[in-house]
Antibody, heavy 121, light 112 residues
Framework: QVQLVQSGAEVKKPGASVKVSCKAS????????MHWVRQAPGQGLEWMGI????????SYAQKFQGRVTMTRDTSTSTVYMELSSLRSEDTAVYYC??????????????WGQGTMVTVSS | QSVLTQPPSASGTPGQRVTISCSGS????????VNWYQQLPGTAPKLLIY???QRPSGVPDRFSGSKSGTSASLAISGLQSEDEADYYC?????????????FGGGTKLTVL
């Protein structure tokens, strides 16, 4: 079945970087854009950016530009989200989400299970 | 402060009809389609309504969506206890700085 499986929870110190993976299965990886969305504890959803798994092109939310890098590995059908210069406010659950509209309408039909990233000294 | 504005909470009794509003602007809802997501406690969000008023396969027809101008609404009829969840609206936003996905702040639905 179609699914996205993310890497496990991470604990990082302020100033460090974290790299979260999202492995896709059950569909043609390069046919669907992927987004990253995060959710701080008790808070709402926040969009971070989008990657085209086919060509690797990306677009990031202005808030994260300069700190976030999204990449993909087509050989393993995996997308990655790396966030640098971590601060306590980056403590959140990070989700990858497939866009079934190929980026046009941002329709997130499949979500990963989420990866908890905790930033603490 | 979210770009799309939702009421923080809503409630209803079993069998009732409730609506959740989502207010935006010309750069987001006014020029793009709206999607709705349901998030049950401790789980990842789930697509509930897409392209303003379309239901994915498997979503009961008790859920419906609409859009008018720069606002959208989610309606839930025949409210059930399992509908207790957080609901989020989302849309692309075409600003001078680029194109971004924006979410509402979320509405916590309580079934009394």
């Amino acid at each position: 079945q179609v699914q996205l499986v993310q890497s496990g929870a991470e604990v990082k110190k302020p100033g460090a970087s974290v790299k979260v993976s999202c492995k896709a299965s059950g569909y043609t990886f390069t046919s669907y854009y992927m987004h990253w969305v995060r959710q701080a504890p008790g808070q709402g959803l926040e969009w971070m950016g989008i990657i085209n798994p086919s060509g690797g092109s990306t677009s990031y939310a202005q808030k994260f530009q300069g700190r976030v890098t999204m990449t993909r590995d087509t050989s393993t059908s995996t997308v990655y989200m790396e966030l640098s210069s971590l601060r306590s406010e980056d403590t959140a659950v990070y989700y990858c989400a497939r866009d079934c509209s190929s980026g046009w309408y941002a329709i997130f039909d499949i979500w990963g299970q989420g990866t908890m990233v905790t930033v603490s000294s | 402060q979210s770009v799309l504005t939702q009421p923080p909470s809503a409630s209803g009794t079993p069998g009732q009809r409730v609506t959740i509003s989502c207010s935006g602007s010309s750069s987001n809802i006014g020029s793009n389609t709206v999607n709705w997501y349901q998030q049950l406690p401790g789980t990842a969000p789930k697509l509930l309504i897409y392209s303003n008023n379309q239901r994915p396969s498997g979503v009961p027809d008790r859920f419906s969506g609409s859009k008018s101008g720069t606002s959208a609404s989610l309606a839930i009829s025949g409210l059930q206890s399992e509908d207790e969840a957080d609901y989020y609206c989302a849309a692309w936003d075409d600003s001078l700085n680029g194109r971004y996905v924006v979410f509402g702040g979320g509405t916590k639905l309580t079934v009394l």
